[in-house]
T-cell receptor, first 118, second 114 residues
Framework: AQTVTQSQPEMSVQEAETVTLSCTYD???????LFWYKQPPSRQMILVIR??????QNATENRFSVNFQKAAKSFSLKISDSQLGDAAMYFC???????????????FGRGTQLTVWP | ETGVTQSPTHLIKTRGQQVTLRCSSQ?????VSWYQQALGQGPQFIFQ???????GRGNFPPRFSGLQFPNYSSELNVNALELDDSALYLC?????????????FGEGSRLTVL
């Protein structure tokens, strides 16, 4: 079964600085998707960034970028120029690209609570 | 275009009772999945519905059941509630059952079982 591990329960960063959130995963599949979701106090999961495993290039969305290391099964999120609005719980998630009984299912890590200091 | 909406937002039940949670999927989405998020944990997959049929289930007992209606809205039913069922229940919809579709989440229903 696929597992996702986030080893940092909490992280903090000063406004305008850069922070990196870590994520590792375990899978025997070769084709899959990885995601970072943000969950603010409003509770709604918001997609931050997505990476297809077959793409070697790291995904980037404005201030958010990932470092995807497929061989090491590592998928970290870098937030540049941190803003107060970035404060939230961040979840790393895995989704298979193989048509199987796990079709559509997201596997989440336990999350990293990010605090942004002014 | 309306997003995913869930109701109720909060509710309190006692052990042994039954609860029904509701979800309206985003316009045009025919796939709905449900997740349970216990306090301090990541969401856990309960099941997924595609065109009114369950087509995937996580490690949850049969007292967790669901429905999807012709308009693709969905219900999650939990019977014989236990204290450990206290959690945030998230509904997510996607355009289809394929693994390429992005999931759009609602704000969840917070269930407390006393």
């Amino acid at each position: 079964a696929q597992t996702v591990t986030q080893s940092q329960p909490e992280m903090s960063v000063q406004e305008a600085e850069t922070v990196t959130l870590s994520c590792t995963y375990d899978t025997s599949e070769s084709d899959y998707y990885l995601f970072w979701y943000k969950q603010p106090p409003s509770r709604q999961m918001i997609l931050v960034i997505r990476q297809e495993a077959y793409k070697q290039q790291n995904a980037t969305e404005n201030r958010f970028s990932v470092n995807f290391q497929k061989a090491a099964k590592s998928f970290s999120l870098k937030i540049s120029d941190s803003q107060l609005g970035d404060a939230a719980m961040y979840f790393c998630a895995y989704r298979s690209a193989v048509y199987s009984s796990t079709l559509g299912r997201l596997y989440f890590g336990r999350g990293t609570q990010l605090t942004v200091w002014p | 275009e309306t997003g995913v909406t869930q109701s109720p937002t909060h509710l309190i039940k006692t052990r042994g009772q039954q609860v029904t949670l509701r979800c309206s999927s985003q316009s045009g989405h025919n796939t709905v999945s449900w997740y349970q998020q216990a306090l301090g944990q990541g969401p856990q997959f309960i099941f997924q519905y595609y065109r009114e049929e369950e087509n995937g289930r996580g490690n949850f007992p049969p007292r967790f059941s669901g429905l999807q209606f012709p308009n693709y809205s969905s219900e999650l039913n939990v019977n014989a509630l236990e204290l450990d069922d206290s959690a945030l229940y998230l509904c997510a919809s996607s355009l289809d059952e394929s693994n390429t579709g992005e999931l759009f989440f609602g704000e969840g229903s917070r269930l407390t079982v006393l």
